[in-house]
């Protein structure tokens, strides 16, 4: 044993046994080992990230499987890594490069974009990786990855490779999502659907005949120049008879056809639509099935390109909007503006509206999909929370192929094996200069080089992290750790990467890639509103690691963390978990002070002795079962309750009176070998919450020193079996019921001093009136925890009148007040109490007896004011007993 300072730093433990974890190489993970195997994929944050509390509270998730797993005899492995993040990144250096040169990427050239896209990876890259191992990850770290290490881009291009020999992966010019911004392709995945405040416009379209003029209604009166037909319902009375005939468009005055189609809503707007196939998704297959021309009059950056309408030509599409309307309002071609509430794509990344537009793209047809479905749907993938299951079977229902090329200059490696150090970060793929339907591709050029042209496009990010659970890992590891056993993530990702993973492990790897998915809550802030810096509302976790430790932060995280519902963000909680290392720091603490157990006197264990092994015992089945189950928010709660609640307020309390000057060494020793069980015991369940500080005080209290030295992380889990061993059953049952009963009594008593205003005083005796054999052993820590002076057992004691009293498990409780208070002065407090608490009650009485009040304030709040009522009248009643009793 060890002394320990006073106070407990967080900064100086955590920092010390980060470092020295990762210098005796207790993270290692040995693919030769006869262990069992458990591994964990880390969810690759962005280079570009920061921690932030979604990953604190993901990671967090992630670190306590890992080390339960190294605990309980499984051969661990928690893979970390990084993504390139290829909208992200470009993004991010772009910026970086206008603030510092005022030059673009287009002004610097790709070679050299993409060499200082590596060289602030290389400066930047690792910050991510730093945060986490302050929070204490017990990550393989030797086995860090990179979506572009050499390795893997080759690993990523094998894989389109094979899939194009395959026919899942094809070329065609198709409708995409375009970002404006970013100037590159999008998945459905990548387009958030937005509500937004936007106008309905309803304009006339006159008949180029003359004979009259239909109202069509739009949301983009900019895109007119680019309609091709009016479409109506033929089953439209309306408008039935004017199938075949032309309307002229509007702005740039051409004659249009009208045309037929069941897909147009009679009910919406004006039951006429006009139809834009070059910058509308349906329109395009409206215009297909017609065999309409198409024409693009937007740029890939959003701005206009009609040369006809210069009043428009080189606008940007949102300030052309509004310079339309005003044209057409010009024009006495506007009917009318209505306020239209709809949904409109945003790029996820941009944050800015998509366009649809045509362009060349590539796409993957993605292969196993049957396989991933029947995966979930038949166990042997578990989702948790249950309910994500149908999110994931609803979405593969619906699959549409999978756009994977990006208009980007920072994207996956080529086929090459090539990083991107040394090449500019293409496919592997080469054209001939005309468009004659030939594609080459593979990991080398063609034989004439000459005579073809590389892909410029990259990959879509998840196209190489699909690949995670095992491109990841060489082929000893994988052999040994593949299937992954679980993955901690968000369910915002489950189409981008969840399933998408599912269908890869199933396609290259032939099975599954993982057994359990544990989809992490959303955090919000306190009033429900989502994280976010502009709020104010976000906080460094670096800040409250720095406040509170690690582990405060992991402990007072985890406990707000239900399983299935969002997050209430609530910083006290975190002060919360920093208490609670206190509490478990002074507890140690307190226990070391006490020295070793001596050997003079064999141990005489008492009721309380045997109740809180039995309660020790209890919790190793409570922690398992919420590990077992996921539910990280109820392995807290027992956590917390066992040793703040059971432990230190009551087993504590219970046994000062065996630490003391003189008492007897058997009650002594029996107390200080169960602090040791108990300390030995707990500290190894909590380990995984809160790893620094049971890995200090696991240090402090010898317990290394009799394991050969083997630190907490890599200590087996201490068994639950031989607790209590060789202890009748039924002497355990007795000894916990009588536990319970003088705890209960001992509340009782406290509660009695306290109606009294005598919680401070230690002169109070109380008689306890039973015919019950009561211990004497539980009589004298009765009396310890009651502050007391003494407390008599007495089974024919004649309470003087009025004398307090509470019915208890050990029989009825006295407490004598003579000598104790001023009867006289006692009455007086207690009169004016009941002064105010009559006040309280008429003030509530009123506001319920108006019915005014009763019909309009919400239920919850004239719910509220009953119960405020009920506690007064409660109240009073009480203290007319006290008041009573005085008589």
Known sequence: MSDLPKAYDPSLVEEKWQSLWIEEGCFKADPASEKPAYSVVIPPPNVTGVLHLGHVLNNTIQDI????????????????????????????????????????????????????????????????????????????????????????????????????????????????????????????????????????????????????????????????????????????????????????????????????DEYVEIEFGTGALKIT??????????????????????????????????????????????????????????????????KVGFSERANVPIEPRLSMQWFLKYPCVQEA??????????????????TYAHWLENIQDWCISRQLWWGIASGTGKTRRKNSGTLPRWMPPLENGYIYVGTEPPADPENWTQDNDVMDTWFSSWLWPFATMDDATRAKFYPTTDLVTGPDIIFFWVARMIMAGYRFQHEKPFSNVFFTSIIRDKIGR????SLGNSPDPLDLIAHYGADGLRFGLMRIAPTGTDVRFDESQIGEGRNFANKLYNATRFRLMQGHVGKEAAPQYSSVHLAIISKLRQLHADVEKALADYEFNALIQVL????????????????????????????????????????????????????????????????????????????????????????????????????????ET???????????????????????????????????????????????????????????????????????LEGLIDVEAERERLGRELDKISKEIVKSSAKLDNAGFVERAPAEVVAQEKERLADWKAKQAQLKAMLDSLS
């Open 530 to 533: 989502k994280m976010s810096k």
């Open 640 to 743: 917390y309750q066992f040793f703040w609640n059971e432990y230190c307020d009551r087993f504590l309390e219970a046994v000062k009176g065996d630490l003391r000057d003189g008492a007897d060494a058997s009650a002594r020793a029996a107390t200080l070998t169960v602090m040791d069980t108990v300390l030995r015991h707990y500290l190894a369940l909590l380990h995984p919450v809160m790893p620094h500080i049971t890995e200090e005080l696991w240090s402090s209290l010898g317990f290394a020193d009799g394991n050969g030295g083997l630190p907490l992380m890599l200590t087996p889990l201490p068994s639950p079996d031989g607790l209590l061993a060789g202890v009748d059953e039924e002497r355990i049952t007795l000894a916990c019921a009588q536990a319970a009963a003088l705890y």
């Open 373 to 390: 479905a029947d995966a979930v749907a038949d166990g042997e993938i578990t989702f948790r929370p249950a309910r994500w299951a149908k």
């Open 746 to 816: 001992a509340n009782k008593a406290r509660n009695l001093k306290a109606e009294y205003d005598l919680s401070k005083n230690k002169n109070v005796s109380f008689v306890l009136k039973t015919a019950n054999d009561v211990p004497q052993d539980i009589l004298s820590r009765l009396s310890i925890l009651a502050n007391a002076k003494s407390v008599t057992r007495d089974a024919s004691y004649a309470a003087p009148k009025g004398t307090p009293a509470a019915l208890t498990p050990l029989g009825e409780l006295f407490l004598p």
């Open 65 to 260: 499987l890992v080390r339960r797993a190294r605990q309980k005899g499984y051969e661990a492995l928690w893979l970390p890594g990084t993504d390139h993040a290829g909208i992200a990144t470009q993004v991010r250096v772009e910026k970086d490069l206008r603030q510092t040169t005022c030059q673009t990427r287009h002004d610097v050239g790709r070679e050299a974009f993409l060499k200082k896209v590596w060289e602030w990876k290389e400066k930047h890259g690792g910050i991510i990786i730093n945060q986490l191992h302050k929070l204490g990850c017990s990550c393989d770290w030797d086995r860090e990855r990179f979506t572009m290490d050499e390795e893997y881009t080759r690993a990523v291009g094998q894989v389109f490779i094979d899939l194009f020999k395959e026919g899942l992966i094809y070329r065609g010019r198709r409708m995409v999502n375009w970002c404006p911004v970013s100037l590159t392709a999008l998945s459905d995945e990548e387009v958030i659907m937005t509500e937004q405040k936007s106008k309905l416009y309803t304009v006339l379209y006159k008949l180029e005949d003359g004979s009259g003029a239909l109202h069509v209604a739009t949301t983009r009166p900019e895109t007119i120049m680019a309609d091709v037909a009016v479409a109506v319902n033929p089953r439209d009375p309306r408008y039935a008879h004017l199938i075949g005939k032309n309307v002229m468009r509007p702005l740039n005055s051409t004659p249009i056809p009208i045309i037929g």
């Open 277 to 342: 196939p070059a910058h509308d998704k349906a329109d395009f297959e409206i215009g297909q099935k017609f065999n309409l021309e198409i024409i693009d009059i937007l740029t890939p950056d959003g701005h206009i390109n009609c040369p006809d309408v210069p009043e428009l030509h080189g606008m940007d599409r949102f300030d052309a909007r509004h310079k339309s309307v005003e044209m057409l309002e010009a024009a006495g071609l506007m009917i009318k503006i209505e306020d239209y509430d709809n």
